[in-house]
């Protein structure tokens, strides 16, 4: 029977990362041992210094609706990190906290696209930016690159894309799934392109900034021509493993942060009133406190690469960020291993749950259909086994 769902929801593709988790965790359920690579999301505990001010802000009763952009105090601080951290000066008023950066993103889209508008999507890219222009009636137009470029593009693919109806470009560095890292030079090469298009809008999502193996994450909207036409999209998710505390924010140009505010005032109004109190300290906490988490990245990092490596047809750029590997996997398309016919990513990733009990995420999933996305935050004993399995599976 079919249900009279709108067209809306009917033309929106599931989260193909939240959907591979909730299949393992269904599977381990059952009880199957799975180890699940699936989800980008840190094994950390918040640090107790973030959760000593959640407790004393309950304690102080915050409990009360916030204004919908956020408390003035976190926006403040947020501009005090632009500073810090990507030498970007926004004012309070240009800030907007959001319930996780996903939905600063929406917001962004929901405020800027109209149906027919296109979208330039740097391929790979994270899941829900097809998704959240899909959902604005826009047109999301891939930019392919592969792991012979570290999956960057050219300012001439750039250049090429462009059509009188592209609205925006999304840049993500360090880069979900592929852990690439724009450096400045090539930013500026890009942003060179777009100086002649001043109708594009560019989303640069920067969530990863922090978790970096020794290359500093350059910010897009530092490029003095794009600082009037960048949002600028950060969260708490993933260096302060914040992940279900949904706190993400933008800075952008006022009258874009203020139509976000009426857009989220419609939808959610302010986020959670003990998160953002929590946050204050997280966002003005020196990064140095949260290093040991991306030290500990580094290593699992090198560890995968070394044992995937090891592996005949896994073909591996060296991530400079974030925590995925995201292995060109082609060689196997064609042939069938261990009894299962492997013809596209989609297939050997479930290949790899069905025959090793590991579970990942399809490229298709990030417009990269020659390559799987690994998670790396798993700790190094289940990383270790998940790789000797899929060794032994595809042996
Ligand atoms: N951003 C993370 C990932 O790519 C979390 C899941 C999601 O929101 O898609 O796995």
């Not at 929106?12 to 591979?20: D, E, F, G, I």
């Not at 999209?233 to 914040?242: E, S, V, W």
């Not at 069905?354 to 790396?376: L, Q």
Request: charged share 20%; hydrophobic share 45%; proline share 5%.
């Amino acid at each position: 029977m079919t249900h009279p769902l709108s067209d809306r929801i009917n033309s929106l593709p599931v989260s193909q990362t939240l959907a591979m988790a909730a299949k393992a965790r269904e599977l381990k359920g059952q009880g199957i041992d799975i180890i699940s690579l699936s989800l980008g999301e840190p094994d950390f505990n918040t640090p107790n210094f973030i959760k000593d001010a959640a407790i004393e802000a309950i304690n102080q009763d915050y409990n009360s609706y916030t204004p919908v952009d956020g408390y003035v105090e976190l926006k403040e601080a947020i501009c005090t990190k632009f500073k810090r951290d990507n030498d970007l000066v926004y004012q309070p008023n240009q800030i907007v906290v959001s319930t996780g950066a996903k939905q600063s993103i929406a917001n962004v889209a929901q405020v800027l696209l109209n149906p027919g508008d296109e979208v330039l999507l740097p391929a790979p890219y994270w899941v829900s930016y097809s998704a959240i222009a899909i959902l604005c009636e826009a047109k999301f137009v891939e930019i392919p690159s592969s792991i012979e470029d570290d999956f960057k593009i050219t300012p001439a693919q750039l250049e090429a894309a462009i059509t009188p109806k592209t609205k925006m470009v999304f840049f993500n560095s360090p880069n979900n799934p592929s852990g690439s890292i724009y450096s400045e030079n090539e930013y500026r090469a890009l942003a060179a392109v777009l100086e002649k298009y001043p109708q594009i809008y560019i989303l640069s999502d920067e969530i990863y900034e922090h978790i970096n193996y020794g290359v500093k994450p350059f910010s897009f909207a530092a490029i003095e021509s794009m600082f009037d036409r960048t949002i600028t999209i950060n969260g708490l998710a993933k260096a302060f493993a914040m992940t279900g505390w949904r706190i993400g924010y933008l800075g952008a140009p006022q009258w874009i942060a203020k139509a976000c505010t009426k857009m989220q005032g419609q939808i959610t109004s302010g986020t959670n009133c003990i998160a953002q109190r929590a946050a204050i300290t997280a966002v003005l906490a020196p990064i140095e406190k949260v290093q040991y988490m991306v030290d500990e990245f580094k290593t699992r990092r090198d560890l995968v690469l070394d044992l995937l490596g090891q592996i005949e047809g896994f073909k591996l750029n060296i991530p400079e960020g974030a925590f995925y590997v995201f292995p060109d996997i082609s060689a196997f398309f064609g042939k069938t291993v261990n009894g299962m016919k492997i013809e596209n990513a989609n297939d050997f990733s479930l290949f790899l749950l069905e025959k090793a009990n590991v579970a990942t995420v399809t490229g298709d999933a990030f417009g990269a259909p020659n390559c799987i996305r690994m998670s790396y935050a798993a700790s190094v004993v289940q990383l270790k086994e998940a790789i000797q399995r899929i060794k032994e599976a595809v042996n």
